[in-house]
Nanobody, 116 residues
Framework: VQLQASGGGLVQAGGSLRLSCAASGGTRSMNFVGWFRQAPGKEREFVAAITWRGGSTTYADSVKGRFTISRDNAKNMVYLQMNSLKPEDTAVYYC??????????WGQGTLVTVSS
């Protein structure tokens, strides 16, 4: 499975961005796809995930009510709509895919910078 994330950029606090993750190669075997982020000097942390078949979602507490993860199976795309962005959302965002119970495939990151 190959993943490519895009859509990052610079936005003011309170603004919105939509990240995209394009998946290819073996997508039918994907169990779930998630978004993670890593801020400077911090460890990578979970943001949101969605099951590829059923569309069930889960979110980190820090983004609940502000971020929405969705998928388009026909296009092999996963999206992360980010609203009400805060400076603490600044990070490199990565999408990852799992064929089983853990993430084994990662895309390159896309940088999100939220200015105050």
């Amino acid at each position: 499975v190959q993943l490519q994330a895009s859509g990052g950029g610079l936005v003011q606090a309170g603004g919105s961005l939509r990240l995209s993750c394009a998946a290819s190669g073996g997508t039918r075997s994907m169990n779930f796809v998630g978004w993670f982020r890593q801020a400077p000097g911090k460890e990578r942390e979970f943001v949101a995930a969605i099951t590829w078949r059923g569309g069930s979602t889960t979110y980190a507490d820090s983004v609940k009510g502000r971020f929405t993860i969705s998928r388009d199976n026909a296009k092999n795309m996963v999206y992360l709509q980010m609203n009400s962005l805060k400076p603490e959302d600044t990070a490199v965002y990565y999408c990852g895919a799992s064929l089983g119970s853990s993430y084994g495939y990662w895309g390159q990151g896309t940088l999100v910078t939220v200015s105050s």
